[in-house]
């Protein structure tokens, strides 16, 4: 069964406050989502495995560790781009995936209008980076997609969630591991966490 994993730390709760901030400019509100995103990656990637190899350094031969599986970032367009660059900071050798998955309101679905993943996804752990988890449908598409591909372990990376989401994704899919900074209060009538953040994708990119 996957686990939901909520970080808490000062330093995070304090840029959470930030983002929140409806004052908070768009060239921060950018830089502070990128600076969550690191860390987030670093708890994520904890279980990676190992394997050990000879190298020289300086002064003498000696056995170090590196990492022995391959590493996919999908990020689900358009708010996950605004996580990609602190987890490619942190894992630089990842492969990178791109979903384009919204949720209609009007129809009450998904829909999908972009999937690129690097070739031969079989075996390979995937951390999908999904910003703002609020009703979860975004999210269960782009999982369900995924395991189309036969992929490895997934995790689930989000910046805030909702309960609802939560509940779904653990229902639907409970072999996926969540990270997330903060379980949210409730939805609005509209989809939105609350408090929340407001819209990601046009806080990042300053469209409306």
Known sequence: ?????????????????????????CHEFRTVFSELSGPLAYEATKDLKLVEEEIDTPIERTKVKRIAEDVVVACILRAGEGMLDGFLRAIPFAQIGHIGIYR????????????KLPADMKGKRVLLLDPLLATGDTALAALDRLKQYEVGPIKLITILSSQVGLDKVRKEHPDVDIYTLSIERALDERGFLLPGVGDAGDRLFRTS
């Open 1 to 25: 069964m996957g686990k939901i994993n909520v970080i808490e730390h000062p330093i995070f709760q304090h840029k959470l406050g930030i983002l929140r901030n409806k004052n908070t400019s």
């Open 104 to 115: 209609d309101r009007a129809m009450n679905h998904t829909v999908e209008y972009y999937f």
